[in-house]
């Protein structure tokens, strides 16, 4: 068996295009694999399809060996959280019920739940909004409670469609921070973002960093590790842009500039 997420040769068709085009990744656990890509790119579509939520016309999705078409919705939530990039609109229910929620797969009592999931929002900096109805909550504390869920999962592989939407600076980088805890605590971590830089914050300088994974037009264009020399390079082929890499504590951070060097 191999454990993680495999994604052997998928391709995703719909309306008469294709939105993933052979695409092949193996995230293990103890991964963390970041996905970049222009607007557009199948990005999204590429979460939804190791979710199971969509299946590819040719190729396969295996959790742990197994096809996810064939695992059952509570096998599949003991495997696998996601955080979707847009917060459905949702019922007036406490962030509380919201984070208990995600906990349906375990045998366990109320009391229980209760316990991991105020634990889970403490973690977030949630508890102080733990009994509002999210429907009252700003987009960073619905984001941040949504996030209390998938820690309250308690999954091996975790799943996120642009985790840091709607967070603040300090909320952005404890999330990344909290991102990296649970990746070096062994989970496998498949995050889609626009923000390259952020990814600094899931690691210190010098030790394993994410690997990144360019998708252009439904095709993986690169794979390489956030410390590769060439990444800026092989970021600036993918948005169409100079990727300007400058050093700022040990981290590289990337400055995206216009092709022609001149003013945007
Ligand atoms: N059900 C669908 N039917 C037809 N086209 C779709 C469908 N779902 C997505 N698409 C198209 O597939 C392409 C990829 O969409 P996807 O949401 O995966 O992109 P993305 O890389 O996540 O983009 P973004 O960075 O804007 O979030 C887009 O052009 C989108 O319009």
New binding site residues.
């Given amino acids: 068996m191999t454990a993680g997420l495999t994604l052997d040769a998928v391709t995703v068709r ?2 008469g ?1 294709t ?1 993933l085009d052979g695409v092949s990744l193996h995230v293990a656990p103890g991964d963390f694999v970041a996905i970049v ?1 222009p ?7 590429l979460l939804r399809v190791a979710l199971g939520l969509l299946r590819p016309d040719s190729g396969h999705v295996f959790v742990d060996g197994k096809d996810v078409a064939a695992l059952a919705p509570r096998q599949r939530a003991a495997r696998l959280a996601w955080l979707p ?1 847009r917060l459905e609109a949702a019922e007036p229910i406490t962030a509380l019920e919201q984070v208990v929620s995600a906990r349906y797969r375990f045998p366990e009592s109320r009391r229980a739940s209760e316990t991991a999931a105020n634990q889970a929002l403490a973690e977030v900096g949630a508890a102080s909004f733990a009994l509002r109805p999210i429907t009252e909550l700003s987009g960073g504390e619905r984001q941040r409670v949504a996030i209390a869920g998938l820690l309250a999962q308690e999954t091996p592989l975790v799943l996120l469609d642009e985790p840091a939407n709607f967070l603040d600076p300090a909320h952005q980088l404890e999330l990344y921070t909290h991102m990296g805890q649970l990746w070096r605590s062994g989970r496998g971590i498949l995050c ?1 973002t ?1 923000d390259i830089n952020a990814l600094l914050h899931t690691h210190a300088p010098g030790t394993r960093a994410p690997r990144v994974v360019g998708l252009f037009q439904g095709r993986v264009a690169f794979e390489r590790s956030l410390d590769a020399p060439d990444l800026g390079e092989q970021l600036g082929e993918l948005f169409g842009v100079r990727m300007h890499g400058t050093s700022v504590e040990g981290h590289r951070i990337f400055v995206g500039l216009p092709r022609s060097g001149g003013a945007p």
């Avoid at 607007?39 to 579509?45: D, R």
């Fill in positions: 719909a309306r295009r939105l890509g607007n557009g790119a199948g990005k999204s579509t990039q889609v626009h």
